[in-house]
């Protein structure tokens, strides 16, 4: 139990995006005290990781953030499949429409830095949080009773604090994960993902276009997604693949940005690019997510492909179970063994079980090259769309609802 006198903090969090926050303000609702650093100024504004899942609005419902959210994000209730090469619609999937539908029947696109600018603002006056930013941790030791880190700041000056839990939620490239030597094991696609943002209004195609469309092709399948955008205008995010021979200069130059979108959609006159980003893609998971005194959470415990929008939710999922066994520990006074144990189970089941094989069957799916597996990878998801039951299960796999619950009645 935490102890008025003791000097070390609870718990301090490494990393300040979406997954950071939510975990520290989690912990702050249950009582905990927290110290969160990040290396970053502010949040890093761009349009990834804008999708929430229905068991993730659940959360932030719980967490006090649903308003802000409808507010400042776009509520999705349906999906679709396409077939780029014929543009037809081969899926038309609606969580209203299930039988059985969650109580938050959509999907709602809000933007990382939205979740962790609200977070932040909402724990700015509250004298049991601090937050360091400019600040990365460049050390850690741990003890029997406590961690203690190594921080250094914007200015070159350097820091040792002590915590009793010291939590990574610090990317994919996590410091914390690679200071305690956890094994970060999976692989590597080939081709690196194009991202594109363009305030250019899709629905222009025709009706088979909703907020969430993933086009099948065997050359140049592509997510595509609305946001609300910093200014409420509205957003779109196409991600798609390269050739692994391309260079970064021939992808990115603004002539080949501009004709890879004129190629998916022509239209007179140039599109609005806001940001583009190229970048490898990784599926792994980390051996542990609990070593001593040492947490992972968010993507320094895994990370996937973004098709099908699932990277910032299993993060987010892992900072509320978290949340819940870390007050019982420093509060109650709960074994801690056990409980720490239990949260890699639920969570790496989540991923193995989840995330990574349904993003993994994603992009399979959308990619997929061989003419009679994709006809009958694509009747498949037409016979789907078009029988209730299939219907459903269907959204379930692809909104993590079933993955959610059997991670959760992991013991």
Known sequence: MINGADRRTPVLIAGAGPVGSVLALALRQRGVPVLLIDQLASPERDCRAASCHPPTVAMLE?????????????????????????????????????????????????????????????LGGDPDVTILREARLVALDQHDDRVEVVIERGDGSRETLAARYLIGCDGGRSTVRKLSGIAFDGFTWPERFIKIDTRHDFTALGEQISNRNYFSDPDEWMNLFKARGEDGSGMWRSVSPTLPDQSEEALLSPTAIEARLQKFCPKPGAYEVVTVALYHVHQRIAATFNQGRVLLAGDAAHVNNPIGGMGMNGGIHDAVNLADKLACILLEGVDAQPLLDRYTRQRRKAQVDGVQAQSIANKQTLSERDPAVRAAKLAEIRRASEDPGLHDAFIRRACMIDSFAAAENTL
């Open 62 to 122: 719980g967490l006090g953030l649903l308003d802000a959210g409808l507010e400042q994000g776009l509520v999705s209730p349906i999906f679709h499949y396409l077939d780029r090469l014929t543009g037809e619609l081969v899926g038309r999937f609606a969580l209203p429409e299930m039988r059985d539908p969650p109580k938050h029947a959509y999907v709602l696109q809000w933007e990382q830095y939205k979740i962790a600018e609200t977070i932040q603002s909402r």
